[in-house]
């Protein structure tokens, strides 16, 4: 069974910095698995803001946070990570990790964001960036 545990939010300063991470079980990055970050804010839709393929090297970012946040990885902890950097109060939101397996076709884990195809969910974890 695939699970997730999202952790690391906080109340930061606007400027600042903040680190999530996505903990997950289940699998490894021996399989294959697009793993993405969303957020909610209140009163707003959830959109995507990055993601990451266990087997294809390539990152993508919303175009709200890109140059701000960067995803990576640890691969001996099987963990996600987000680097959130220069935040705003614009980012504040309940942030969720998710994943989806890949079947026999392929496309970026973009794709999936797009078409709202991540099916396994952590709990969030609440940003609060104060101005």
């Known amino acids: 069974e695939v699970q997730l545990q999202a952790s690391g939010g906080g109340l930061v300063q606007a400027g600042g910095s903040l680190r999530l991470s996505c903990a997950f079980s289940g699998f490894t990055f021996d399989d294959s698995y697009a793993i993405a970050w969303f957020r909610q804010a209140p009163g707003k839709e959830r959109e995507g803001v990055s993601c990451l393929s266990t087997n294809v090297a390539n990152t993508y970012y919303a175009d709200s946070v890109k140059g701000r946040f960067t995803i990576f990885s640890d691969i001996a902890k099987s963990t996600v990570y987000l680097q959130m950097k220069s935040v705003q109060p614009e980012d504040t939101a309940v942030y969720y990790c998710?994943?989806?397996?890949?079947?026999?076709?392929?496309?970026?884990?973009?794709?999936?964001?797009?078409?709202?195809?991540?099916?396994?969910w952590g709990q969030g974890t609440q940003v609060t960036v104060s101005s």
């Open positions: 998710a994943v989806r397996k890949y079947g026999r076709y392929v496309p970026s884990c973009w794709e999936f964001v797009e078409e709202d195809r991540y099916n396994t």
